[in-house]
């Protein structure tokens, strides 16, 4: 069936540095790939998407590009801010209707 | 626009009790979903409903969890009876549009003793 997996965290990371959290899925068809956003506290957010092959969606500096032939969509970040600290969830919608989320992965940033 | 709407916030029970968790989605929004978060893993999810009918339920339990969604609008997710593994964050999303981006409430953090 469907998967989604993301690279174990927790990551810890100094403020300004470089960040790349890992995903890979598995889909037959031609999934939709998602990252959200869950910083303490609140609900899970909508941080970018891609919705067909070689799509890169961005926002508040993050990107991630849909590559079909690795099955991937690795979020990136090139400097990272205390800010930034939350719980990553990669996801993957496809025309079964279903969206499916991969375990999360907790980013802290170190001032 | 308001939010995705959940009560309670928080629900300690014994097991064997029953809750219920209420959800108000998005106005406007036709798909909600009903996602059960253990502890250190990502969203499964429990039911999803198009307006008032079951699109997927399958990895509902059956046996125990119940849900609604009257009128289109607002839904119920009820557990009868608890079992101490239903410890979890109960999440409520609502979406619009295909693909679907997914609107979520701040859950329902329930406790099985």
């Known amino acids: 069936g469907d998967s989604v997996t993301q690279m174990e965290g927790p990551v810890t990371l100094s403020e300004e540095a470089f960040l790349t959290i890992n995903c890979t899925y598995t889909a037959t068809g031609y999934p939709s790939l998602f990252w959200y956003v869950q910083y303490p506290g609140e609900g899970l957010q909508l941080l970018l998407k891609?919705?067909?092959?070689?799509d890169k969606g961005s926002n508040k500096g993050f990107e991630a590009t849909y590559r079909k032939e690795t099955t991937s969509f690795h979020l990136e970040k090139g400097s990272v801010q205390v800010s930034d600290s939350a719980v990553y969830f990669c996801?993957?919608?496809?025309?079964?209707?279903?969206?499916?989320f991969g375990a999360g992965t907790r980013l802290f940033v170190k001032a | 626009e308001a939010g995705v709407a959940q009560s309670p916030r928080y629900k300690i029970i014994e097991k064997r009790q029953s809750v219920a968790f209420w959800c108000n989605p998005i106005s406007g929004h036709a798909t909600l979903y009903w996602y059960q978060q253990i502890l250190g893993q990502g969203p499964k999810l429990l039911i999803q409903?198009?307006?008032?009918?079951?699109?997927?339920d399958s990895q509902l339990p059956k046996d125990r969890f119940s849900a609604e969604r009257l009128k289109g609008v607002d839904s119920t997710l009820k557990i009868q009876p608890a079992k101490l593994e239903d410890s979890a964050v109960y999440l409520c999303?609502?979406?619009?549009?295909?693909?679907?981006?997914?609107?979520f409430g701040n859950g329902t953090r329930l406790t099985v003793t």
């Open positions: 999303a609502s979406s619009a549009y295909d693909p679907p981006v997914l609107h």
């Open positions: 409903f198009q307006n008032n009918g079951v699109v997927d």
């Open positions: 891609a919705t067909k092959a070689d």
């Open positions: 996801a993957l919608h496809t025309g079964g209707f279903k969206t499916i």
